[in-house]
T-cell receptor
Framework: EDQVTQSPEALRLQEGESSSLNCSYT??????LFWYRQDPGKGPEFLFT???AGEEKEKERLKATLTKKESFLHITAPKPEDSATYLC?????????????FGQGTILTVHP | EPEVTQTPSHQVTQMGQEVILRCVPI?????FYWYRQILGQKVEFLVS????????KSEIFDDQFSVERPDGSNFTLKIRSTKLEDSAMYFC??????????????????FGAGSRLTVL
């Protein structure tokens, strides 16, 4: 069974204090690993897709990296508007196109 | 920017009633999905739909649930005889025609804002 575990469950940072979120996964044949951002009462908003170990992607203050067992979402000099729940999800081989298994998310709060 | 639109944003129903949640996917997308998120829990896959038929469904998606694309724009989730445990946020998602990405075959889902279902 595919599993995705995110840590920590919650993270409180001061504005400008860089940190990383972790996503550990167990999947049979990774098709892709996805990072989404979710604001309260909203749907997940796409951030990144990573397909193979060693791959990295960046967008503004966010950088996602991937190894064979985990992914990190690095947040550099965060701002209060980065506060949200960050979701990690995997697409596994042998499943239908677009079936994602999600982690429980990391709730990030950035204080001014 | 194109978006997935869901209606209603919130529906309250009595246990045993039928509800229909509606979605308008992004116009050039070919793959459609329903996910749900019970309060405080993970986002869970319910069903994927392509070429007018179900591609895959989860264990949650039993005979109580059905999906339909009644016309060229709408995608619906019907829940028959609702139960208390059906209370959740239901997300519709869509994705474009399949693309080659390093041979992975995975593509990006765009989610709607969700429909909150409350069963009393």
């Amino acid at each position: 069974e595919d599993q995705v575990t995110q840590s920590p469950e919650a993270l409180r940072l001061q504005e400008g204090e860089s940190s990383s979120l972790n996503c550990s996964y167990t999947v049979s044949g990774l098709r892709g690993l996805f990072w989404y951002r979710q604001d309260p009462g909203k749907g997940p908003e796409f951030l990144f897709t990573l397909y193979s170990a060693g791959e990295e992607k960046e967008k503004e203050r966010l950088k996602a990296t991937l190894t064979k067992k985990e992914s990190f979402l690095h947040i550099t000099a965060p701002k209060p508007e980065d506060s949200a729940t960050y979701l990690c999800a995997v697409a596994a081989g042998g499943t239908s196109y677009g079936k994602l298994t999600f982690g429980q998310g990391t709730i990030l709060t950035v204080h001014p | 920017e194109p978006e997935v639109t869901q209606t209603p944003s919130h529906q309250v129903t009595q246990m045993g009633q039928e509800v229909i949640l509606r979605c308008v996917p992004i116009s050039n997308h070919l793959y459609f999905y329903w996910y749900r998120q019970i309060l405080g829990q993970k986002v869970e896959f319910l069903v994927s739909f392509y070429n007018n038929e179900i591609s895959e469904k989860s264990e949650i998606f039993d005979d109580q649930f059905s999906v339909e694309r009644p016309d060229g724009s709408n995608f619906t989730l019907k829940i028959r005889s609702t139960k208390l445990e059906d209370s959740a946020m239901y997300f519709c998602a869509s994705s474009p025609p399949r693309q080659r990405q390093s041979g992975s075959g995975a593509n990006v889902l765009t989610f709607g804002a969700g429909s909150r279902l409350t069963v009393l």
